[in-house]
């Protein structure tokens, strides 16, 4: 299931811990980020270790555009991650809101 940036804005606002991860390249995020942990999409399977203990906790991805964190969604799901929700519209949506 995705989630709106305006819940994440909400939930990010209210100060909740959030296992947010952002798939986008360093640059961009070095340019714009929410303050979520960066591991680039090409990066993402071999990282896996690092999201060890969260296969059952909520797990939100973000990119640029959604496009991305769509497929970093899905290859979180393949991976056994039972509850990842991607940010529609990613930072271009959160930033217009």
Request: glycine share 8%.
């Amino acid at each position: 299931m995705d989630i709106t940036v305006q819940e994440l804005k909400e939930r990010l606002d209210k100060g909740e811990k959030i296992n947010l991860i952002d798939v986008r390249e360093p640059n961009e995020y070095e340019a714009d980020n929410i303050g979520a942990t960066l591991i680039p999409l090409g990066e993402l399977q071999y990282r896996l270790d690092e999201l060890d203990g969260l296969q059952d906790e909520e797990v939100i991805v973000h990119c640029r555009s959604g496009a991305r964190s769509a497929r970093a969604q899905q290859l979180l799901e393949e991976s056994g991650f039972n509850n990842v929700r991607n940010v529609i519209g990613g930072m271009l949506a959160y930033r217009a809101q």
